[in-house]
């Protein structure tokens, strides 16, 4: 809620900006045209200029509507606040599993099964834990410490997967937003050519206008935000492998643990 509100006063500044940039470059371009009427040096091969890459997205978030790009762009920042949070969540997850289950099978063999917790106990990651948990039910047979496993892996797929249906939900809103405004824009299109009680190009530009920006940033942030969310997937899918081969050799070891 605080980013959302931080969001939306940002994009009041911006349009108010914006609308202020908008007046000021009108007078001076009126201004240049009336010198140059005066002075009779008008050429019709310079009549525009280059404008800035912020300047013309403002213009186009005015164009578009305030209150449908305000939309998406929250969209755009909530979705990528939540992204953020999953990848850095998830790469401090990842660990070296191969030198985890060294450390555990020395310890092991050095200092038993509470050499083992302490080790998992003061070690990071999904699969640091699901050895903790199993490790803690070795009294209790074999069978017990892979069925703890499975089930306490199953809790940290939970976890690493928390927060990508909110991910999911922005992808499909933002360009919903975009397809509303879309007909939003063709309805005014529609008005404007009833009040005038004419089809020119002129009163059907303005909707139309409003329809393609919205639609344009509609998709755009559902695009940016699917990448982030196919590469949260991949990262799950690295970890959960990681897992599962670490489970198998931590029961290999408390095997040959259980044969000495």
Known sequence: MVLAAMTLMVVSANIASAQNEQAADAQAATEQVA?????????????????????????????????????VIICLIIGLALCIERILYLSFSKTNTKKLV????KALAEGGIEA?????????GPVASIFYQGLLRYDQGLDVVEKTIV???????????????????????????????????????????QAAGDISPNVVAGGMKVALITTVAGLIVAMILQVFYNYILAKIDSITIDMEDSSICLVDVLTKYQGK
């Open 35 to 71: 010198a140059a009427d005066q002075s009779g040096d008008i050429d019709p091969f310079n009549t525009k200029s280059e404008v800035p890459l912020h300047q013309a997205l403002k213009t186009k978030f005015i164009e578009g509507g305030a209150g449908f790009m305000s939309l």
């Open 102 to 105: 060294e450390k555990v099978e």
């Open 151 to 193: 089930s306490y892996g199953s809790v940290q797929m939970s976890n690493m997967e928390n927060g990508l249906s909110w991910i999911a939900l922005f992808i499909a809103i933002a360009p919903s937003l975009g397809f509303l405004g879309t007909v939003i824009g063709m309805i005014q299109a529609f008005d404007a050519i």
């Open 116 to 124: 083992a917790k302490d080790v998992c106990r003061n070690s990071r």
